[in-house]
């Protein structure tokens, strides 16, 4: 039996059936001669809680990914509200990751082809990209142990976790991460559409007070910032999913397909303007251009170039509806000159670019966040993520970190053009391409790749990449269904090579 198979023999049914009832009785039983006190006796109650998610979680490994996935979306929000900073957050992130490998080491003991698509993440890249990581613990200006752990997180989340995603996705799978991904975008969007209009709650308004205001209340206009961690990364998360919403919008098959993806794609546009993040404009206009690259329609190239330029050029030559705050304050990334932050900002990346010239490797994971107060890093700030990687992790880093980005596009490029077969699956991956491109260009503006929820998304569109040919095959075992006559409308713009 594979991973993901859901069937179980009788054999399988009776034993957890056995274990059930008796882990029922031992816990009636402790409860009922427990006499260390109330914790003891919760404690004792979540045990078949416990052996539920064990029994649940050995039977379908993907729960721990969409747990992880939702957790990733509403880690800020479980802090703000439930932990109020009193623990830190990304202990949990770490304790699924590390049950998943522990119950798929179980798994394969038991059960033959758990693992088979291990081999599908692109191993060599990450290990490549670990082993740089670990040897920036060793730099001369390295900051230390625990400030390497904390910078060095979100890295580990990518290398581990892509094959986590690898082994566990499939064609259903796939389908469920979609409509998990769109709905915690709407929710995002919902939340963000309360602060604006109803207002921040009070935990919001202690942010606020404490160190949120000088940068999310701007000309007394509020940076919506729904459940994320800041505007910036509520901004790109919802560019992300307006720029995978549309692809996918062109790519469905029902009409409920259409509907769902225009309501995601729209919750994206309305949720990236309402963050007044200037950068975010920027994943839908990459996307854009890799959509149109990636459909090889030389009509459709030439469409999407002539509407971006229009489209910069409205932004950067007029003034038309600068009565609207976000149409404004988006307006402003494409006059930089003009705009104070971003002169200081380059100011600051030339005293670095001094200071790094002799510093090919940087000053050490963690050296711009947790440095020494003495240290030049740690007093520059980083508003970007590349400058971050090039002050932690130095040129090189910052080569490696943009060339292992570089092969995932191309990888997926590559079997959009050659190897995907299903047209609704190559929709998926120029949506997954699409989406990464363009993060990594608003990952210039903001360190969004390396934050929830950005960082989890990446996650789970790369290992869709990496396993697209064996859902491909899946696809092609199914019988066709039938495609509404309102989905062919949608053809001539996804009309490519085979």
């Not at 260390?36 to 490994?61: C, D, E, K, Q, W």
């Not at 990581?133 to 730099?139: E, H, L």
Request: proline share 4%.
């Amino acid at each position: 039996m594979s991973v993901w198979d859901n069937r179980m023999t009788v054999k399988q049914k009776w034993l957890t059936g056995i274990l059930s009832c008796l882990a029922a009785c031992a816990t009636a039983y402790l409860v009922s001669h427990a006499r260390n006190g109330l914790l003891y006796g919760s404690i004792i109650i979540m045990i078949p809680f416990a052996f539920l998610v064990l029994v649940l979680t050995y039977r379908h490994p993907i729960l721990i990914l969409y747990a992880l996935f939702l957790y990733g979306f509403f880690i800020r929000a479980f802090d703000r509200y439930m932990l109020h900073g009193r623990f830190p957050v990304g202990i949990l992130c770490d304790g699924m990751i590390l049950y998943a490998y522990a119950l798929l080491f179980v798994k394969g003991a038991v059960e033959k082809g758990t693992w088979k698509r291990f081999g599908d993440a692109p191993l060599p890249i990450l290990l490549i990209w670990l082993a740089y990581c670990i040897i920036s613990r060793f730099t001369p200006e390295s900051p230390g142990l625990n400030a390497w752990l904390s910078a060095a997180r979100p890295h580990m989340y990518l290398v581990f976790t892509i094959p986590l995603f690898c082994i566990l996705l499939n064609m259903k799978t796939l389908k469920s991460m979609l409509i998990l991904w769109g709905a915690c975008s709407v929710i995002l969007t919902v939340k963000g559409f309360w602060q604006h209009y109803v207002g921040l709650d009070a935990e919001e308004l202690n942010m606020m007070n404490d160190y949120m205001a000088s940068t999310h209340l701007l000309w007394g206009k509020l940076r919506v910032f729904s459940l994320c961690s800041d505007a910036g990364q509520f901004g790109v998360q919802q560019g992300h999913a307006l720029t995978a919403g549309a692809v996918l919008l062109l790519f469905a098959k029902t009409r409920k397909e259409q509907i769902c993806y225009l309501f995601i794609a729209l919750a994206g546009l309305y949720g990236m303007f309402d963050s007044g993040t200037r950068g975010a404009i920027f994943v839908p206009i990459g996307g854009l251009m890799l959509y149109c690259v990636l459909v090889k329609n030389t009509k459709l190239i030439l469409t999407g170039l002539v509407l971006g330029i229009g489209f910069v050029c409205f932004m950067k030559y007029t003034t038309i509806g600068n009565g609207n705050y976000a149409i404004y304050r988006m307006r402003t990334a494409f006059n930089p000159d003009k705009d104070p932050s971003y002169i200081v900002r380059k100011q600051n990346q030339q005293i670095l670019k001094d200071y790094l010239s002799s510093r090919p490797f940087g000053g050490g994971l963690g050296s711009m966040d947790s440095g020494s107060e003495h240290s030049l890093l740690k007093k520059i700030p980083y508003d970007s993520g590349y400058v971050l990687i090039w002050g932690d992790q130095g040129i090189v880093g910052v080569i490696l970190y943009i060339a292992m980005y570089l092969y995932f596009l191309a990888v997926g490029t590559y079997k959009v053009w050659f190897v995907i077969k299903n047209k609704w699956l190559r929709g998926v991956l120029i949506a997954m391409i699409a989406g990464i491109g363009g993060d990594m260009i608003a990952h210039y503006g903001n360190p969004v790749m390396t934050q929830h929820p950005t960082l989890l998304v990446l996650v789970f569109s790369i290992a869709t990449i990496f396993v697209a040919q064996h859902i491909d095959r899946e696809m092609e075992e199914r019988p066709p269904q039938p495609e509404t006559a309102h989905a062919g409308k949608y053809r001539r713009f996804t009309k490519h090579a085979k």
